[in-house]
């Protein structure tokens, strides 16, 4: 999926103590793994206060770009009339570059590639599984009064941001424990492993209106946890593969996720 480029104003705050508005801006960090600078959407609840003994639950997303003003007001909304507790997001955003073709980084990052195919990306997805669990995890940790427990570590994901939150779970559910997985592509196949006390939960999510492989891929997962009684919730949206369907989900998510 081709993304639209947003632009995001760095506003940096003048302390990390009580504020009654929630704070959003933008960071970034450098990527050892993946020898890049890395920008990160941050959003900091209502009454956030660096200082508290509380950790606060923690929401870590692939395409950090997309979550906007709007997205802003609606986690706003939830947090201030008690619909939600109140979290902490950390958004890494993709890397859009075109680097093949009509394919971006961004692929690479989120897709397992061929094991017998060899080429200048073959290594780009374990690195971005290193980047995204390692040192996005410690860089939130080091800076924010963020839990570190697994069941208040939440992925959210959308196309193939999904992609990447089905091998996330697979490979790190020891880390993450909850999955907000909407409009999986592309499918990568992979076999499933999870267990009821694993403790792993998902939320998943789909357009009537999109492509056929998108709808095939969650239905295959949600069999799965049907079958082997994994935790899960299923909702569709009269629509396509389109950013305001995510957007909604993602604000009814939240209510399923944390609920006040």
């Known amino acids: 999926m081709r993304q ?24 970034s960090l450098f990527s050892k793994s993946l020898n890049e600078q890395r920008l990160v959407t941050i959003y900091l609840p209502n009454g956030y206060n660096s200082a508290s003994s ?27 009339n008690k619909l939600v507790k ?23 990052d989120y897709l397992p590639g061929n094991p017998k195919i060899k080429n200048a990306y073959s290594d780009r997805f374990a690195n971005h599984m290193q980047f995204f669990t390692q040192e996005l995890v ?7 009064p963020i839990s570190q427990k697994p069941e208040e570590r939440t992925f959210y994901g ?3 941001g999904a992609d990447f939150g089905v091998s996330l779970a697979l490979a790190h559910s020891d880390q993450f424990k909850q999955f907000i ?12 492993n999870w267990k009821k006390n694993d403790g792993v939960y998902f939320y998943l999510g789909y357009g009537l209106k999109e492509e056929d492989h998108v ?26 593969h389109e950013r305001k369907h995510w957007e909604l989900t993602f604000e009814r998510a939240l209510q399923r996720i944390f609920p006040f």
């Open 138 to 144: 410690n860089y939130a940790e080091s800076k924010y």
């Open 215 to 240: 709808l095939d891929e969650t239905l295959r997962l949600e069999k799965y946890c049907i079958k082997n009684k994994v935790s899960r919730t299923l909702i569709t949206w009269n629509g396509g």
């Open 181 to 192: 997985l909407l409009s999986i592509f592309q499918g990568t196949k992979q076999k499933f």
């Open 54 to 80: 509380m950790k606060y639950p923690v929401i870590y997303t692939t395409d950090g770009q997309i979550i906007n003003e709007s997205y802003r007001h609606r986690m706003d909304s939830l947090i201030s």
């Open 158 to 160: 959308i196309s193939n």
């Open 4 to 27: 639209k480029k947003l632009l995001f104003f760095l506003f940096v705050p003048l302390s990390f103590t009580s504020s009654a508005q929630s704070q959003f801006f933008t960071d």
């Open 86 to 108: 109140p979290f902490v997001l950390i958004g890494s955003h993709s890397n859009e570059t075109i680097v093949s073709g009509r394919t971006e980084m961004r692929t690479y």
